[in-house]
Every structure is written in structure tokens, then in C-alpha cells.
């Protein structure tokens, strides 16, 4: 069965400190990997995407992600986080055309 | 000027009642999705249209039904609203099926009491 996980449903951080969050999925066909995050009140906001080539991927507000194909994981890094960055954090891929599957999100707290 | 818009933004209502929800996105894009976050945040899709063509049904009970009178648009009607059906719907969208990051609405917080 093709699935996202999401390891941890919380991660509390001091700020400027680094943050990994993590995310395994399972498929044997080939997939497309995607992290979005979530601030209160809002929808989701694409942060970085895998679809080939490159396995470090960059996204907006200084977040990368590491795509890695023998671990089947794709976990999300930061060097140095800010309060700003406190919000909900979903891991997502889409296994065939038509959908993305979401992982059940990881909550980020950044704390002064 | 709003990429991914849905209204209305709050909805309160009592059992037993009809409800629309509208989306609408000026991307150009082919593909839009209905996705329910319930209170745990977690994320399921209900539907998803391409060029104006049903292309997923998730188990939904069939009081949910989608319509999209055009690619910009795709609406959701519940018919005899439940407790169960509170939760936030968000509206999204991509360049075609799959591949391709979304783009989400702000979404619809429903409450049914």
C-alpha cells in the first residue's frame, strides 16, 4: 500500500536553533514528494517539491529537503529557525495522476 | 488579487440543513480538489475535477456532491448536514492532475450543531 508517515506529531525547538522533521513514505511505484506548511487560520502553502533530478531540494523561507530513495524518505531542514516558523507541517506525495496523499502533519513549535 | 478564493470563510448551520461551498481560482489551472481537515488536522481528499471532469470520488457519502460549471470553478453542496460533516474544506488547485504542487485555499470552517 503506497503511504506517507510523518515520524513525529510534535517537534518544539529554541529559536535559531536547527529543526528536522521527518517523513518516510512507502510505494513501489515511482513518487513525487512535497512538503506544505500550515500557519493557524490558513490553508497550505507549498514549501519545496521532488520530482527528479536533484536529491537536495530548496524551497521558500530557507527550508530544504533531502530526498532519499533507499530510506524512502524525504525529511524537511532548517539551520536556524525563527518564532515566525511555528505552524503545522504536512508531508505529502502523489504515487499516481490525480492526488496527493498527505501525511498526518507535524507540529513545529519555536520557542524564544 | 486572491489565487484560490472559497466562500464563505465561516459557515454555521444546524443539522438537517443544505450548504454550498464555492471556490474559485484564477491560476488557469485544469485540476481542482476538495480536500476535509477534521479536527486532528488530518487531511483527506473528497474530490477532484480536471477540465471540468470528475476524476476522483474518495468514499464520500453521497449527501457531498461537487460541481464544476467551469475549470475556474468548482463548488460543493451538502445536502442534511450531520455533526460529523464539522470540519475545515479546503478547496485547491494544480496545473493538471498529480505531479504538481497546490495550490490552497484559505478554507471553509464548518460547524454544524
Known amino acids: 500500500a503506497q503511504s506517507v508517515t510523518q515520524l513525529d506529531s510534535q517537534v518544539p525547538v529554541f529559536e535559531e536553533a536547527p529543526v528536522e522533521l521527518r517523513c518516510n513514505y512507502s510505494?513501489?511505484?515511482?513518487?513525487?514528494l512535497f512538503w506544505y506548511v500550515q500557519y493557524p487560520n490558513q490553508g497550505l502553502q507549498l514549501l519545496l517539491k521532488?520530482?527528479?533530478?536533484?536529491?537536495l531540494v530548496k524551497g521558500i523561507n530557507g527550508f530544504e529537503a533531502e530526498f532519499n530513495k533507499s530510506q524512502t524518505s524525504f525529511h524537511l531542514r532548517k539551520p536556524s529557525v525563527h518564532i515566525s516558523d511555528t505552524a503545522e507541517y504536512f508531508c505529502?506525495?502523489?504515487?499516481?495522476?490525480?492526488?496527493?496523499?498527505f501525511g498526518d502533519g507535524t507540529t513545529l513549535t519555536v520557542k524564544p | 488579487d486572491t489565487a484560490v478564493s472559497q466562500t464563505p470563510k465561516y459557515l454555521v448551520t444546524q443539522m438537517g440543513n443544505d450548504k454550498s461551498i464555492k471556490c474559485e481560482q484564477n491560476?488557469?489551472?485544469?485540476?481542482m480538489y476538495w480536500y476535509k481537515q477534521d479536527s486532528k488536522k488530518f487531511l483527506k481528499i473528497m474530490f477532484s475535477?480536471?477540465?471540468?471532469?470528475?476524476?476522483i470520488n474518495e468514499t464520500v457519502p453521497n449527501r457531498f456532491s461537487p460541481k464544476s460549471p467551469d475549470k475556474a470553478h468548482l463548488n460543493l453542496h451538502i445536502n442534511s448536514l450531520e455533526l460529523g460533516d464539522s470540519a475545515v474544506y479546503f478547496c485547491?488547485?494544480?496545473?493538471?492532475?498529480?505531479?504538481?504542487?497546490?495550490?490552497f485555499g484559505s478554507g471553509t470552517r464548518l460547524t454544524v450543531v
Open positions: 485547491a488547485s494544480s496545473p493538471q492532475p498529480g505531479h504538481y504542487g497546490y495550490t
Open positions: 510505494s513501489s511505484v515511482s513518487v513525487y
Open positions: 521532488y520530482l527528479s533530478g536533484s536529491t
Open positions: 505529502a506525495a502523489s504515487f499516481n495522476a490525480g492526488k496527493s496523499t
Open positions: 491560476l488557469g489551472h485544469d485540476t
Open positions: 475535477y480536471n477540465n471540468k471532469e470528475l476524476i
